[in-house]
Structure formats: structure tokens, C-alpha cells
Nanobody
Framework: QVQLVESGGGLVQAGGSLRLSCIAS????????MGWFRQAPGKEREFVAAISWRGANTYYGDSVKGRFTISRDNAKNTVYLQMNSLKPEDTAVYYC???????????????????WGQGTQVTVSS
């Protein structure tokens, strides 16, 4: 079992930045690819970013490319999402997820992950 706990959400003005963190329990964090998804009210869950289990590959949704950066620190069992140049349309609940040995875009851009966190709210005001 892997438990995921997100933090770092909040209210920010357009153009600002936030850094989300997701801490994973367990000793096998390094075996999991990690992803970030988001869901706005009335909308479907959307892929934001992912990092492969070895950390060699990162992937981003089109709407966040060039603005968001995903990274991981296996020593801290933590994955981060640095969000810059935030826009009101980035407002959503952000979820982190873990996928055992995930590495490719086809594996990580869909939402078929093994474990999910509870989410953290990000609100961007105009």
C-alpha cells in the first residue's frame, strides 16, 4: 500500500506561482512513476504532468507546458509540481498519483494509476 498526501495548494493571483508537494508512505517510492492530475468543477479529470519511476522522463499536458515543472526527491519520498505563470483556468483540485514502474507517455497520461491522494485545492484569481 502507498498513501499519498498532497500539500501546497492555496489562493494565488494570476501570474503568481505555487509549489505543490506530494509525500508518499512506504519504502518503495522509487519504484513508482508519479503523476499530477487536476479536476475543475463540472469538468473531467485532466492530466497535468508525470515523471517516470527512474526520473528520466517527464511529460506534460499541453495546457501547462512551459509553465509547470514536475520533479521528485526519492530520499524524501516526495514529488513536486512547480507551477509558474498561473492562470485562472488553472483553478482546480490537484491530485497526485502513483503508478508502479510507469515510464511511457501512454502509461502515464491516462488516469489508470495504482494509488491516488485526496487532492489539494488551487485557486487562481484574475
Amino acid at each position: 500500500q502507498v498513501q499519498l498526501v498532497e500539500s501546497g495548494g492555496g489562493l494565488v493571483q494570476a501570474g503568481g506561482s505555487l509549489r505543490l508537494s506530494c509525500i508518499a508512505s512506504g519504502r518503495t517510492f522509487s519504484s513508482y512513476a508519479m503523476g499530477w492530475f487536476r479536476q475543475a468543477p463540472g469538468k473531467e479529470r485532466e492530466f497535468v504532468a508525470a515523471i517516470s519511476w527512474r526520473g528520466a522522463n517527464t511529460y506534460y499536458g499541453d495546457s501547462v507546458k512551459g509553465r509547470f515543472t514536475i520533479s521528485r526527491d526519492n530520499a524524501k519520498n516526495t514529488v513536486y509540481l512547480q507551477m509558474n505563470s498561473l492562470k485562472p483556468e488553472d483553478t482546480a483540485v490537484y491530485y497526485c498519483a502513483a503508478d508502479l514502474y510507469g515510464s511511457s507517455w501512454s502509461e502515464l497520461a491516462n488516469d489508470e494509476y495504482d494509488y491516488w491522494g485526496q487532492g489539494t485545492q488551487v485557486t487562481v484569481s484574475s
